[in-house]
C-alpha cells in the first residue's frame, strides 16, 4: 500500500502504524511524503492519496504527480523544452579513443557523453569492456571538457567503486529487472538512466523505475531501446507508439537509444528523429572514430560526421516542434 500524505496526515498515519502490524518505509519525493506499507492495510488519513498495491505503477505515473520531472545532470536539464544529446562510443577502447569521440560530439549538440566500460555482451568470449579503467577514463576527459557522462553499471560493487567518477548511472536493458540493483542504485540518489528490459512491456518498464523512485531516488530518466520481436529485418522493434504511450502516463523525463534497435548506422538517425517526434526528451547515440574497427556494435556506430549532420537534424526538427536541443 501506498499513502502520500502532507504534513498533517503523518502523525496519523503514525498512529495507524502503531497500532498494525504492517512493516513501513517512509521517504520524501518530490517534496511529498510518502508511506510504503506492505502486510496490514493502514487506516489512511483524509485528505491522503492511498493506493493499494495490485501492481500497477504508481510513483512513475502522471496521476500522481502531473507536471513534468526534470532530472539535472551536471547542469544539463533533462525533461525542458530542450533535448538533450548523449553521443560516445559504444565501448571506452582507449583514453586517445574516447577523447577524440568525446571531443567531436561535444563539439556538435551532445551535452552528455556516453560511453561502456562494463559491456554486457551475449558472449563471455567478446570484449568486455575496460572496467573500473574505462571509467578512470570518462572521468578524466570528462572533467577535461566540462561534459557530464553517463555509463552502464551493473552490479553494487562497481557501483561502490566508482560513484564518486559518473554523472548518470546507465542501468542496461538486461538488467532492467535486476531489482536488487534498482533498489541500491535507487539508495545512490545518483541520477539514472533506465533502459526498457527488451522482453518488457510498459508496465514493467514503469514498475522496474518504481524501485527506484520508492528509494526515495527523484533522478529517473526513462530510457526506451526497443523490444524483442518477430521482425528480424532490424535488431530490434522500436515502437514509436509505446513512446508516446510513455509520455503519456509518466512524469519522468524520457530517452531514446535510437543505435541498438538499429542494429546498422543507416537506420540510426531515421529512429532518433522519429522518438524526438514521439516526445523523447534526450537521446543516446552511438558515435565511433572508426566504426569498422569498434570492438562492440560496430554496425550501429556513427562517424564523427555521420553524428554532426544526424545532430543537425535532430536540431532542425526540435526547431519545428517548438523545441530546442539543449547546449551549454
Ligand atoms: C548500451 O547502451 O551500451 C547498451 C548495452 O544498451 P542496452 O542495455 O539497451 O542493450
Ligand atoms: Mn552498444
Known amino acids: 500500500m501506498i499513502v502520500v500524505t502532507d504534513d498533517k496526515g503523518i502523525s496519523k498515519i503514525k498512529e495507524s502504524l502503531s497500532s498494525s502490524s504492517a512493516s513501513f518505509k517512509r521517504i520524501s519525493l518530490y517534496g511529498k511524503t510518502v508511506f510504503l506499507t506492505w502486510g496490514d492495510e493502514i487506516k489512511a488519513p483524509q485528505n491522503a ?27 544539463v536539464p533533462i525533461g525542458s523544452n530542450d533535448v538533450v544529446i548523449a ?5 571506452v577502447e582507449s583514453e586517445e579513443q574516447f577523447r577524440e569521440v568525446a571531443r567531436g560530439v561535444a563539439r556538435n549538440g551532445s551535452a552528455i557523453l556516453r560511453g561502456g566500460a562494463f559491456k554486457p555482451r551475449t558472449s563471455p568470449y567478446s ?23 553517463v555509463t552502464e553499471i ?14 548518470m548511472v546507465q542501468i542496461g536493458s ?20 533506465l533502459k526498457n528490459g527488451m522482453g518488457n512491456t510498459v508496465n514493467e518498464w514503469l514498475n522496474s523505475s518504481e524501485y527506484l523512485l520508492s528509494e526515495g531516488n527523484e533522478n529517473v530518466v526513462l530510457c526506451y531501446r526497443g523490444v524483442k520481436s518477430f521482425e528480424n529485418s532490424v535488431r530490434f522493434s522500436f515502437d514509436a507508439g509505446s513512446l508516446t504511450r510513455v509520455k503519456r502516463l509518466s512524469h519522468l ?10 542494429g546498422d548506422s543507416d ?17 543516446e547515440i552511438e558515435v565511433h572514430p572508426d566504426p569498422p574497427s569498434a ?13 554532426r549532420i544526424t545532430s543537425e537534424r535532430i536540431q532542425r526538427l526540435a526547431s519545428a516542434l517548438g523545441r530546442g536541443v539543449w547546449k551549454p
Open 49 to 75: 492519496i492511498s493506493v493499494k498495491g495490485d501492481g500497477a505503477p504508481v510513483l512513475s505515473t502522471r496521476s500522481w504527480k502531473s507536471d513534468n520531472t526534470v532530472v539535472e545532470v551536471g547542469g
Open 87 to 91: 553521443a560516445g562510443p559504444c565501448a
Open 127 to 149: 570484449f568486455q569492456g575496460l572496467g573500473v579503467e574505462g571509467i578512470r577514463i570518462m572521468h578524466d576527459v570528462s572533467e577535461e571538457l566540462g561534459v557530464p557522462i
Open 154 to 167: 551493473m552490479d553494487a560493487e562497481t557501483l561502490r567503486e566508482c560513484r564518486d567518477m559518473i554523472d
Open 174 to 193: 538486461r538488467n532492467a529487472q535486476n531489482f536488487t540493483l534498482l533498489q541500491k542504485v535507487g539508495r545512490s540518489g545518483k541520477p539514472v538512466l
Open 253 to 262: 523525463p524520457l530517452a531514446a537509444d535510437p543505435s541498438h534497435p538499429a
Open 267 to 283: 537506420l540510426v538517425e531515421s529512429i532518433a528523429l522519429a522518438a524526438v517526434a514521439a516526445g523523447a526528451d534526450m537521446l
Open 295 to 307: 570492438k562492440s556494435d560496430s554496425a550501429q556506430q556513427l562517424t564523427l560526421e555521420q553524428f
